[in-house]
């Protein structure tokens, strides 16, 4: 069974900065994912993408306010992925999500950890 543990959530105040992180259970190789990214869930939202990367390392970030502010990235071992937040938002609010799948696999989530961002 694949874990996802994400950490580094709080709150901070808008202009701060965050550092997420998302460790997989040992075993399985991030670099290899079909699917790997964070994704996030605001209160009384759908679940939305925020960035991904590709197997080949390749970042792409979901939403024109986004991207410049936020930074994903694979650890230096095989298992972790990050998410550096800067000049955070009000509506940067959520539960963010690491979410991972490979090839016929469905897609792992973990828990989430909260991010809240006050004006």
């Known amino acids: 069974q694949v874990q996802l543990v994400e950490s580094g959530g709080g709150s901070v105040q808008a202009g701060g900065s965050l550092r997420l992180s998302c460790t997989i259970s040992?075993?399985?190789?991030?670099?290899?994912?079909?699917?790997l990214g964070w994704y996030r869930q605001a209160p009384g939202k759908r679940r939305e993408e925020v960035a991904t990367l590709t197997a080949g390392g390749i970042a792409h970030y979901y939403g024109s306010d986004i991207k410049g502010r936020f930074t994903i990235s694979r650890g230096d071992t095989a298992n972790s992925v990050y998410l550096q937040l800067n000049n955070l938002k009000p509506e940067d609010t959520a539960v963010y999500y690491c979410?991972?799948?490979?090839?016929?696999?469905?897609?792992?989530w973990g828990q989430g950890t909260q991010v809240t961002v006050s004006s």
């Open positions: 040992s075993g399985v190789r991030l670099d290899i994912a079909n699917v």
């Open positions: 979410a991972a799948a490979w090839s016929g696999t469905s897609t792992y």
